[in-house]
């Protein structure tokens, strides 16, 4: 499955931002959006990729890391072939950029378990 992430840009701390991923229809395996895992991560400089958020194919399971947990909300819609991360009340130390990607299979913390990586977005967050 091809990834493109978008929605990135300058925010300033305590407000919001809404990051897509959006999903091509059919990978060459046949699967579709909806036989993924998906997740956001994010990669500030000089710094390793660390996980944000994970959401299950059908979206009904998520999981956050602590540092987001109750500011991000991730979100897929299916039928549109994307995922979200609303960013709400972001820190200066949230600046990075963000990284959506998609695995078979149940969703994971570990970066190492995903299959497909989108380009990635900035996000700067102004304090």
């Known amino acids: 499955v091809q990834l493109q992430a978008s929605g990135g840009g300058l925010v300033q701390a305590g407000g919001s931002l809404r990051l897509s991923c959006a999903a091509s229809?059919?990978?060459?395996?046949?699967?579709?959006?909806?036989?993924?895992?998906m997740g956001w991560f994010r990669q500030a400089p000089g710094k390793e990729r660390e996980f944000i958020a994970a959401i299950g194919y059908s979206g009904g399971t998520t999981y956050y890391a602590d540092s987001v947990k109750g500011r991000f909300t991730i979100s897929r819609d299916n039928e549109k072939n994307i995922m979200y991360l609303q960013m709400n009340m972001p820190k200066p130390e949230n600046t990075a950029v963000y990284y959506c990607?998609?695995?078979?299979?149940?969703?994971?913390?570990?970066?190492?378990?995903?299959?497909?990586w989108g380009q990635g977005t900035q996000v700067t967050v102004s304090s």
């Open positions: 229809r059919r990978t060459s395996s046949g699967r579709t959006f909806s036989s993924y895992a």
């Open positions: 990607a998609a695995q078979v299979g149940f969703y994971s913390v570990s970066r190492d378990s995903y299959d497909y």
